[in-house]
């Protein structure tokens, strides 16, 4: 019998839909410096285009995506909480494939025709490794999200039993780890964007 509580797979679904809409207006609107052509705003706000405004709240997709992460490994594992090292290696294996693939094929194409531009600039066989193995994104910016993700997945045996333990202590750490990035200004590092991963593991595991 479903717990009214928990989240549905279509709920999720519908979320993770609403989080890819706000990713892309993000990534269209809150970097004004990218877009190359005038548009006309829809609306202003603060002598600023309201699109500016609403493409930095999109950025809320990236939460969304992460506790909804969480959320399912702990519902997805709590049955059967065995061997977790391996199921996270299978979950990260089957992302790197399809992260190769898009690598592979963009990338080499990339480098022959933009060979000569900023991104590019300082290439060498180490930073084409090191972006392989998403050790770096200095490729792509916006792949900075995936070595965050592989350590998530990588921890994730840890705070799932962390969270069995005792899910309030173990969420009040992950908020000190979020509130000392946060004093520091470390806004792309694990440590700042682990808590909504954190906290979809906490309802998980609340509502479990």
């Known amino acids: 019998m479903h717990n009214d509580k928990e989240l549905k797979l279509e709920e999720t679904?519908?979320?993770?839909?609403?989080?890819?809409?706000?990713?892309?207006?993000h990534h269209l609107f809150a970097f004004p410096d990218r877009l190359k052509y005038d548009y006309v705003s829809l609306f202003s706000l603060f002598h600023e285009r309201g699109e500016f405004y609403v493409?930095?709240?999109?950025?809320?997709?990236?939460?969304?995506f992460l506790f909804l992460s969480g959320y399912g490994?702990?519902?997805?594992?709590?049955?059967?909480p065995h061997h977790l090292m391996q199921k996270s290696f299978t979950r990260l294996s089957k992302i790197m494939i399809n992260y190769w693939v898009v690598f592979l094929l963009f990338i080499p194409a990339g480098l022959y025709f933009f060979g000569n531009s900023d991104r590019f600039q300082n290439n060498s066989i180490m930073d084409f490794l090191r972006n392989f193995i998403a050790l770096s994104s200095s490729y792509n910016g916006e792949w900075w999200f995936l070595y965050d993700y592989i350590l998530l997945l990588l921890i994730f045996p840890v705070t799932f039993q962390a969270f069995q333990r005792n899910?309030?202590?173990?969420?009040?750490?992950?908020?000190?780890?979020?509130?000392?990035?946060?004093?520091?200004?470390?806004?792309y590092s694990i440590m700042?964007?682990?808590?909504?991963?954190?906290?979809?593991?906490?309802?998980?595991?609340?509502h479990g």
């Open 73 to 80: 490994l702990y519902k997805s594992n709590v049955q059967n």
């Open 13 to 25: 679904n519908i979320a993770k839909g609403i989080a890819v809409i706000l990713l892309l207006i």
């Open 55 to 64: 493409g930095h709240f999109g950025q809320i997709a990236i939460s969304i």
């Open 192 to 206: 700042y964007w682990q808590l909504p991963f954190m906290i979809g593991l906490f309802f998980a595991c609340i």
């Open 167 to 187: 899910a309030w202590v173990t969420l009040l750490i992950s908020g000190l780890v979020f509130y000392n990035s946060y004093s520091q200004g470390n806004y």
